[in-house]
């Protein structure tokens, strides 16, 4: 099975609600040291999709696949390694604690003293499971030529504010075009998020709710 058409429990979400609090994927040109954020096939000031890949807008050089892939995992491994961190922030935003710590009272905040005095509020997970998930799921997304084709994907208008003059939109046709003339350097690109998908999908989703239906019932 393709873990990546696994729903989490919202799966009524659009990509859009789903991923609004994901981040984009942070690509950095090898070639001319500009980072940029790529989200998929769309207009963006810093980086073209052309028929022969990804571009960057600053040196006008085409990504290497290899350039693309490094990177993707190596983002992958960062958000899993501070997943395993442990990191817990405290709920009350005028406290904002931030520790490995575990308090002796369960979940209550530490507080700044470390000694649980000072707040109220309840400590969780910065990155937990169903973050990390919803992450992945999201990097799959951008590399998804269907949705790619579809134009569902989440967009980049709100991360991209460092130009009044914006870039130049692209009709669906251009997409679609795009789309299939890039199928394969995309399917290299999504094997990299699959194979964490597919190692940590159990953890994430509840089974039993997806594949509920494939259960006999009890006579
Ligand atoms: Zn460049
Ligand atoms: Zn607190």
Partial sequence: SNPSELQPLDYNLTDKERFKD?????????????????????ASLHYQVTFSGIKC????????TLMIT???????????SLHYAGWLVCDDPACGVITRQ???YGRRCIGLSGRSQDCRGIMSYRFNDKQLY?????FDSIFNVEKNKKR????????????????ELLSSG??????????????????????????????????????????????
């Fill in 22 to 42: 994901v981040e984009y994927l942070n690509l950095n040109c090898a070639y001319c040291q500009t980072k940029f954020l790529f989200g998929g096939i769309m």
């Fill in 57 to 64: 807008s600053n040196c006008e050089k085409v990504l290497p």
């Fill in 70 to 80: 490094s990177q993707l995992e190596r983002i992958i491994r960062s958000f899993i």
């Fill in 102 to 104: 575990i308090s002796v």
């Fill in 134 to 138: 919803t992450q992945l799921l999201y």
């Fill in 152 to 167: 569902e994907l989440k967009p980049l208008d709100d991360a991209d504010t460092s130009s009044d003059k914006g870039p």
């Fill in 174 to 219: 251009q997409v679609v075009a795009l789309a299939e003339q890039n199928r394969e350097l995309f399917e290299v690109i999504r094997t990299v998020t699959q194979k964490y998908l597919t190692n940590n999908a159990r953890r994430y989703v509840d089974m039993s709710g997806i594949f509920g239906f494939m259960i006999p019932e009890e006579e």
